[in-house]
């Protein structure tokens, strides 16, 4: 797309959680990164999404578009060398064809492993010997540069396991720990212990996905651009009726994930009606310009159980598959951007 303008064109980004599904948005944000016109101006992200968010934003700073799409290159690196998360702190050492495992023991019996391991294995278990896989691969990002006030603002997403609100840790808040926190499924990994970012008592945590999928209201800020492009992982509508275990148990971790940007989406819809009633005097509340990038054949396709199987394979393929999205969607969308959206959040919800 040839897009001559003489200022950049700012949008906000809102990253999905989805393990290693997340490397869909590695793809999609290669690809963005390659246009200069566009300029992010902030990040909301959860799990997968939050830490794409925090690569982009310490690679940019560090070193330019190309500084952020190295160090996108070198997280999904680092990610592709885990094996299987849920294995890992117990039978991975005996079991080093995981992901094999799994594929033919899934196309066998109709059935997920990691599911029926979660009900009878906790990650309390190995008790002081547990460590989180992700902890080395957080270690590896520059926190001078995730929590700096220059570049996009980045926020993250979390679950406060006790209250089961959603936490949004910004700036100097961005800890390694609020990362890990975000991205940490109880049945994989043990809560995570953070401070609150509002109240400061030290909380335990879990995915940001049952609270913020990810939050949109952080981006809502008036000193933020009107449009915002969703990168979404998880498919909202399947049409055919889950009848396997397998199949039940993935349209549940679908649903569970949708539900709060379902709630985001329908605020910005009630919003829209407002303003274009007269309700709402215009420039009182943010009338959000919406765009989306998906791929939900591609991902319908995917079991929740390759979400913490982050074989190498795996990710180059959902990494190309974001970059083709991206290029569609700029080919088809990217006149629009910074004049109009190209979705209305009711097409969405419908």
């Known amino acids: 797309m040839d897009r001559r303008v003489t200022e950049p064109v700012r949008v906000n980004l809102a990253l999905q959680g989805g393990g290693a599904h997340g490397a869909y948005t590695w793809g999609v944000l290669d690809r963005l990164l390659e246009e200069d016109w566009l300029e992010i101006a902030?990040?909301?992200?959860?799990?997968?999404?939050?830490?794409?968010?925090?690569?982009?934003?310490?690679?940019?700073?560090?070193?330019?578009?190309?500084?952020?799409k190295a160090a996108l290159d070198v997280l999904w690196a680092a990610i592709g060398t885990v094996g299987d998360m849920r294995l890992s702190a117990f039978m991975q050492p005996v079991l080093p064809f995981a992901a094999t495992l799994t594929d033919m023991w899934e196309n066998t019996f109709s059935t997920s492993p990691q599911?029926?391991?979660?009900?009878?294995?906790?990650?309390?278990?190995?008790?002081?010997?547990?460590?989180?896989?992700?902890?080395?691969?957080?270690?590896?990002?520059?926190?001078?540069?995730?929590?700096?006030?220059?570049?996009?603002?980045?926020?993250?997403?979390?679950?406060n396991v006790r209250s089961g609100k959603i936490g949004v840790f910004t700036g100097k808040q961005i800890t390694p720990d609020a990362l890990m926190a975000s991205a940490c499924l109880p049945t994989t990994f043990q809560a995570v212990q953070v401070p609150?970012?509002?109240?400061?008592?030290?909380?335990?945590?879990?995915?940001?996905?049952y609270s913020g999928n990810p939050a949109l209201f952080p981006l809502y800020d008036k000193g933020l651009p009107q449009d915002l492009i969703i990168v979404a992982i998880n498919p909202i509508y399947r049409d055919a009726i889950p009848k396997t275990p397998l199949e039940i148990q993935n349209r549940i971790n679908e649903i569970s994930f949708n539900a709060p940007l379902l709630r985001d989406l329908r605020a910005i819809a009630f919003v829209k009606r407002l303003l274009a009633t007269g309700k709402v005097t215009k420039g009182e509340m943010k009338d959000v310009a919406l765009h989306?990038?998906?791929?939900?054949?591609?991902?319908?396709?995917?079991?929740?159980?390759?979400?913490?199987?982050?074989?190498?394979?795996?990710?180059?393929?959902?990494k190309a598959a974001g970059r083709v999205s991206a290029d569609r969607f700029l080919v088809e969308h990217g006149a629009h951007l910074g004049k109009h959206g190209t979705v209305e959040p009711v097409d969405l919800l419908d």
């Not at 278990?125 to 980045?154: H, Q, T």
């Open 42 to 68: 902030a990040i909301s992200g959860t799990s997968a999404g939050a830490m794409n968010g925090a690569a982009l934003k310490s690679g940019l700073i560090a070193g330019g578009r190309n500084g952020a």
């Open 115 to 159: 599911g029926i391991a979660s009900q009878l294995f906790s990650p309390y278990a190995a008790g002081p010997f547990w460590e989180n896989p992700l902890k080395p691969i957080v270690a590896g990002l520059d926190f001078s540069l995730v929590c700096s006030d220059a570049g996009p603002k980045l926020f993250v997403n979390a679950t």
């Open 196 to 209: 609150d970012p509002i109240t400061g008592k030290m909380e335990a945590w879990w995915d940001g996905g």
């Open 292 to 318: 989306v990038i998906s791929d939900n054949p591609l991902m319908s396709e995917l079991t929740a159980s390759s979400k913490i199987l982050p074989t190498p394979a795996l990710l180059a393929r959902l």
